[in-house]
């Protein structure tokens, strides 16, 4: 049998061989020193009156959507914020001069701050560290995507601007406990547009902020916030949606110039109302949908709608009493070229009547024995002679032509009428058209300047 010694040099070889224990790195027993006491749910001070300051700083990247149906905007944030744990403070020189680490979010105490306007928090990149420094600094960096609730006002769309809100705040401490305050400079907060993403519909103005305190259940509480002004830009919606419509009333206008005795111009306008129907139902989506006010280019669209039904009802009145005189004029013609056998005299003085009035310049005058003349062509003999049957046949072409002419007459002197009044319902048009499209243009230019 076999048995090793302690003084054997096969077993002293395999003794030397069997690898060290490794020691552990600077950094490991750094993190270790560090969170071997620490409690992350106890406030980092050592003397328990004295408030923990937070440093709150934002940077918007963009801004993704705009609601105004379920007045919401969500945004793509860079949140920061920093405060100093007097619990997390070493000396470089002990620990291989390590002057910065990272560590776990949920292995220190972090301040319970929240934003008020918070409606949901979108798809963030999760960040499970921060950086601490050997003063005991703690800075916790995060990238946000939020839904924020914002009053948002539609009604000069698209010349709209918006103010929303950020407010940062302590859900539970008081300002005796958790105090704010901002990292940076009010100003430089304001007019620093480095990383926001200036190519969207959206154009970042400034975002001012202020810090201020809230009295609330006898106990004072820090409040920061950060208006983010922003302007849309127009130009894709005037584009699509003002020129279209402002072309189709151009056009609408342009079709007072058809004749008036002409049958298309009903038939014109018809087709414009139609067209615009259609351009107006194919863009609802376009356009924002919001309960407390119309937008005012919805009440664009209402009103240019209903100026075109103006316009269709204005032409189908012009034609309606062209096509009336004519009908008059026909029966005042025909009437006056019957001779009634049974009522002579009164068919006589109707005609001469009418004659008189279509012609009152005296071009086509009856002698003073017309009436006689007529009487005779009524009873004339049975058997009436080639002198007399001519006569007739002269007398009747004599009066149809002089009715003919009064009837031609009469229809222009109707139609000079119905062209007058068009063109005063046309300028009358036009006046209610330029002062609409004024007032909607100083509406949208004092949006768009203030």
């Given at each position: 049998?076999?048995?090793?010694?302690?003084g054997?040099?096969?077993?002293?070889?395999?003794?030397?061989?069997?690898?060290e224990?490794?020691?552990?790195?600077?950094?490991n027993?750094l993190?270790?020193?560090?969170?071997?006491?620490?409690?992350?749910?106890?406030?980092p001070?050592?003397n328990?009156?004295?408030?923990?300051?937070?440093?709150?700083?934002?940077?918007?990247q963009?801004?993704?959507?705009?609601?105004?149906?379920?007045?919401?905007?969500t945004?793509?944030?860079?949140?920061?914020?920093?405060?100093?744990?007097?619990?997390?403070?070493?000396?470089p020189?002990e620990?291989?001069?390590?002057?910065?680490i990272?560590?776990?979010?949920?292995?220190?105490?972090?301040?319970d701050?929240?934003v008020?306007e918070?409606?949901?928090?979108?798809?963030?990149?999760?960040?499970?560290?921060?950086?601490?420094?050997?003063?005991?600094?703690?800075?916790?960096?995060?990238?946000?995507q939020?839904?924020?609730?914002?009053?948002?006002?539609?009604?000069?769309?698209?010349f709209?601007?918006?103010?929303?809100?950020?407010?940062?705040?302590?859900?539970?401490?008081?300002?005796?406990?958790?105090?704010?305050?901002?990292?940076?400079?009010a100003?430089d907060?304001?007019?620093?547009?480095?990383e926001?993403?200036?190519?969207?519909?959206?154009?970042?103005?400034s975002?001012?902020?202020?810090?201020?305190?809230?009295?609330?259940?006898?106990?004072?509480?820090?409040?920061?916030?950060?208006?983010?002004?922003?302007?849309?830009?127009?130009?894709?919606?005037?584009?699509?949606?003002?020129?279209?419509?402002?072309?189709?009333?151009?056009?609408?206008?342009t079709g007072?110039?058809?004749p008036?005795?002409?049958?298309?111009?009903?038939?014109?306008?018809?087709?414009?109302?139609?067209?615009?129907?259609?351009?107006?139902?194919?863009?609802?989506?376009?356009?924002?949908?919001?309960?407390?006010a119309t937008?005012?280019?919805?009440?664009?669209?209402?009103?240019?709608?209903?100026?075109?039904?103006?316009?269709?009802?204005?032409?189908?009145?012009?034609?309606k009493?062209?096509?009336?005189?004519e009908?008059?004029?026909?029966?005042?013609?025909?009437?006056?070229?019957?001779?009634?056998?049974?009522?002579?005299?009164?068919?006589?003085?109707?005609?001469?009547?009418?004659?008189?009035?279509?012609?009152?310049?005296?071009?086509?005058?009856?002698?003073?024995?017309?009436?006689?003349?007529?009487?005779?062509?009524?009873?004339?003999?049975?058997?009436?002679?080639?002198?007399?049957?001519?006569?007739?046949?002269?007398?009747?072409l004599r009066?149809a032509f002089?009715q003919?002419?009064?009837?031609s007459?009469?229809?222009?002197?109707?139609?000079?009428?119905?062209?007058k009044?068009?063109?005063?319902?046309?300028?009358?048009?036009?006046?209610?058209?330029?002062l609409?499209?004024?007032?909607?243009?100083?509406?949208?230019?004092?949006w768009?300047?203030?």
């Amino acid at each position: 049998m076999y048995k090793s010694h302690c003084g054997d040099p096969v077993g002293g070889h395999l003794a030397e061989s069997v690898p060290e224990k490794p020691q552990r790195s600077a950094l490991n027993q750094l993190t270790r020193t560090l969170l071997r006491k620490y409690d992350c749910g106890v406030r980092p001070v050592h003397n328990w009156t004295s408030a923990t300051t937070v440093y709150v700083d934002l940077i918007l990247q963009s801004i993704l959507d705009v609601d105004g149906k379920t007045q919401t905007v969500t945004t793509s944030i860079w949140y920061r914020q920093i405060w100093a744990d007097e619990f997390l403070v070493w000396d470089p020189e002990e620990f291989d001069g390590i002057k910065e680490i990272s560590l776990s979010s949920d292995a220190i105490w972090v301040p319970d701050i929240i934003v008020s306007e918070f409606v949901d928090e979108g798809t963030s990149a999760p960040i499970p560290y921060v950086y601490v420094n050997s003063s005991g600094w703690v800075k916790n960096y995060r990238p946000m995507q939020v839904v924020l609730a914002c009053s948002l006002e539609m009604y000069a769309f698209p010349f709209d601007k918006q103010n929303c809100s950020l407010t940062f705040r302590s859900w539970l401490h008081s300002v005796m406990e958790i105090d704010l305050a901002l990292w940076r400079n009010a100003e430089d907060i304001a007019t620093d547009q480095r990383e926001f993403m200036n190519d969207g519909e959206w154009e970042l103005l400034s975002i001012p902020s202020r810090y201020w305190r809230l009295q609330q259940d006898g106990a004072d509480y820090a409040h920061v916030g950060f208006h983010v002004l922003i302007r849309r830009r127009p130009l894709l919606y005037v584009v699509g949606l003002l020129i279209p419509s402002i072309f189709l009333m151009i056009v609408d206008v342009t079709g007072f110039y058809l004749p008036v005795s002409s049958g298309t111009r009903v038939v014109f306008k018809i087709s414009t109302l139609l067209g615009y129907t259609v351009f107006r139902v194919n863009l609802t989506d376009d356009l924002p949908a919001t309960a407390l006010a119309t937008p005012l280019i919805g009440v664009f669209f209402a009103v240019c709608m209903a100026m075109l039904m103006l316009s269709l009802i204005k032409s189908i009145l012009v034609v309606k009493l062209l096509h009336h005189g004519e009908k008059e004029v026909r029966e005042l013609s025909a009437s006056a070229c019957l001779l009634d056998r049974y009522g002579l005299t009164e068919s006589t003085l109707t005609s001469t009547g009418t004659l008189d009035q279509l012609n009152p310049s005296g071009d086509y005058e009856f002698e003073a024995s017309l009436g006689e003349d007529l009487e005779s062509l009524v009873d004339v003999p049975d058997n009436p002679s080639s002198l007399e049957r001519i006569l007739r046949e002269l007398l009747s072409l004599r009066l149809a032509f002089s009715q003919e002419d009064g009837e031609s007459w009469s229809q222009d002197e109707w139609l000079a009428l119905c062209i007058k009044l068009d063109r005063f319902l046309f300028r009358l048009y036009l006046m209610v058209l330029a002062l609409y499209a004024g007032t909607l243009t100083l509406l949208w230019a004092s949006w768009s300047f203030a």
